[in-house]
């Protein structure tokens, strides 16, 4: 087993089209056969199979801070086993209570050593054994390709958090103007002020994520300059 942080997404079906290896229709169902691991409030009243999967899902969750036992107000999340060899875990990093469940640090790290142990508790082969030729691997986007999506996500104009926030900020300011007291005139400064900080820390992080995935970029070395030809004449 090779764990893999996926990068943030608005919406699961860009990670669920990855678990399956396929396009997903956003009105497609998954079977029992599919989704072998669940978060325990997520029953739609079918009988799941693969109990090995079940619980290489459950523990893996853990080790990545999904689920803890007992929270009930933690993460939602499946564990999808479309693919042969293969268990993709996609959570909502939202919780119940509306907080933020941010994974730890070492997630990584984690997910390895719970691997390891998975694979010896099933007595499953080690993927070292099985590892195939680095030739027809796939791409794995680099770290700061993968900071660049996010901070881009975080400058979306059109469904960025800030762009959110300032929408929010923007109308408040808007329902306080309609009042007829001016004593409010300080408070639409401050939200004013509050409105052209977020446009520019969205312009700050758009630049920067530019400047994150040109660095990641692959460079190219320059090709050394052709020796020229001297014609030569005999006398």
Request: glycine share 6%; with cysteine; aromatic share 2%.
């Amino acid at each position: 087993m090779i764990p893999r942080l996926h990068i943030r997404a608005h919406t699961p079906q860009g990670p669920l089209a990855e678990a399956l290896g396929r396009p997903m229709s956003a009105a497609e169902g998954l079977t029992d056969h599919t989704i072998v691991a669940h978060w325990p409030g997520l029953d739609y009243g079918r009988e799941l199979t693969g109990p090995e999967w079940a619980e290489a899902a459950h523990r893996l969750a853990r080790a990545a801070g999904i689920e803890v036992p007992g929270d009930e107000r933690g993460c939602r999340w499946i564990a999808v086993q479309a693919q042969s060899g293969r268990l993709d875990l996609i959570a909502n990093l939202i919780r119940l209570d509306g907080t933020w469940n941010t994974p730890p640090a070492n997630a990584l790290r984690r997910l390895s050593d719970e691997a390891r142990r998975v694979e010896r508790d099933l007595c499953l082969t080690p993927v070292q054994a099985t590892r195939q030729p680095l030739a027809g691997a796939r791409h794995v986007p680099t770290a700061s390709a993968q900071l660049a999506t996010i901070l881009s996500q975080l400058a979306d104009e059109q469904a960025g958090p800030l762009a959110s926030v300032r929408d929010l900020v923007e109308h408040t300011a808007h329902q306080i103007a309609q009042q007829p007291s001016t004593a409010h005139a300080p408070m639409l400064r401050r939200l004013e002020s509050v409105v052209r900080r977020l446009r520019l820390a969205q312009q700050d992080l758009d630049t920067t994520a530019a400047q994150l995935r040109a660095a990641a970029l692959p460079r190219v070395a320059a090709a050394p300059p052709t020796a020229k030809r001297s014609a030569h004449r005999s006398p």
